[in-house]
């Protein structure tokens, strides 16, 4: 199995500004993928983080808006850049591949309001 | 035309109901199929894994028809800790983990 920790749990931010969440699995996995779930919504993919290099977006999401890093087999982090309100959502880290096995785990989210 | 959906409900039953969710999915080439539990702000949990042949958990039960796109999940004998919002996803191509999902069916049992 594997535990995801994510930070921060939640937050609360000014229109303009970015934040930078952080995604930590105690052990390697191979893969890494950053969810967005805005309020009464599903969850949709925003995009695959590629350890050591640029992470693949999906559809309607772009790396100036939500730039992903991904140093390492057990961290990734995802930034939400110049946020509006409508950015206001739940972002999730989940994982997937080697020791977190054939298993998609999820983090436990980070709630952000943006005002 | 999302890639899954699904009936967002509310379904509401009693204790001891048998109920039912629904989910198609549009891309003929998805690879793998489960069913995710999530309560009120909490992530999502996976429920169980969904096979050609369906699979059954104790009082659950999942069937997969990929002729006709789409996948079910049959709760039997419901209990108050059922209440949930169930969440069907679809795994496209090979990529381990990368999921499209439904917006999700709230169920609320009562006693």
């Known amino acids: 199995s594997a535990v995801i920790s994510q930070k921060p749990s939640r937050d609360i931010c000014q229109r303009g500004t970015s934040l930078t969440i952080q995604c930590q699995v105690d052990?390697?996995?191979?893969?890494m993928f950053w969810y967005r779930q805005q309020p009464g919504q599903s969850l949709t993919l925003i995009a695959t983080a590629n350890q050591g290099s640029e992470a693949t977006y999906e559809s309607g999401f772009v790396i100036d808006k939500f730039p992903i890093s991904r140093p390492n087999l057990t961290f990734s982090t995802l930034t939400v850049s110049n946020m509006s309100p409508e950015d206001s959502s739940i972002y999730l880290c989940?994982?997937?591949?080697?020791?977190?096995?054939?298993?998609?785990?999820f983090g436990e989210g980070s709630w952000l309001t943006v005002v | 035309r999302k890639e899954v959906e699904q009936d967002p409900g509310p379904f509401n039953v009693p204790e001891g109901a048998t109920v039912a969710f629904n989910c198609t999915y549009s891309n003929s080439a998805s690879q793998s199929f489960f069913w995710y539990r999530q309560d009120c702000r909490k992530e999502p949990k996976l429920l169980m894994s969904v096979y050609s042949s369906g699979n059954e958990d104790g009082r659950f039960t999942a069937q997969l028809n990929r002729a006709s796109q789409y996948i079910s999940l049959l709760i039997r004998d419901s209990k108050l800790s059922d209440s949930a919002t169930y969440l069907c996803a679809v795994q496209q191509g090979s990529t381990l983990g990368r999921l499209y999902f439904g917006r999700g069916t709230q169920l609320t049992v009562w006693p």
């Open positions: 052990s390697q996995v191979t893969m």
């Open positions: 989940s994982v997937a591949g080697q020791g977190s096995g054939n298993t998609i785990y």
